[in-house]
């Protein structure tokens, strides 16, 4: 990688833990992306994920995967007070 290039950072999350792994990614392909969920995730297991085509394969390598929709989750509603 070239200094001054964007580094994409593909990050996984086991939810009773908490631990956090974190992969600085050039390409965010399919094989990059199934590769790095492969050597990381187990079969069987349940990821939660974006929209992103590149996990469509998930489901053929055994995961269960649910699909976040980020305009519905990441909504924010802000309540704005005005004194006199």
Request: charged share 20%.
């Amino acid at each position: 990688m070239s200094c001054g290039q964007k580094v994409w950072i593909f990050g996984l999350v086991e939810r009773e833990t908490n631990c956090l792994k974190l992969f600085p990614v050039d390409i965010r392909n399919a094989n990059v992306l199934l590769s790095l969920i492969q050597g990381h995730v187990g079969p069987g297991s349940t990821i939660y994920s974006d929209g992103w085509s590149a996990y469509n394969g998930l489901s053929a390598l055994g995961y269960k995967r649910f699909v976040v929709e980020h305009k519905y989750t990441f909504k924010q509603r802000r309540v704005v007070f005005i004194m006199t």
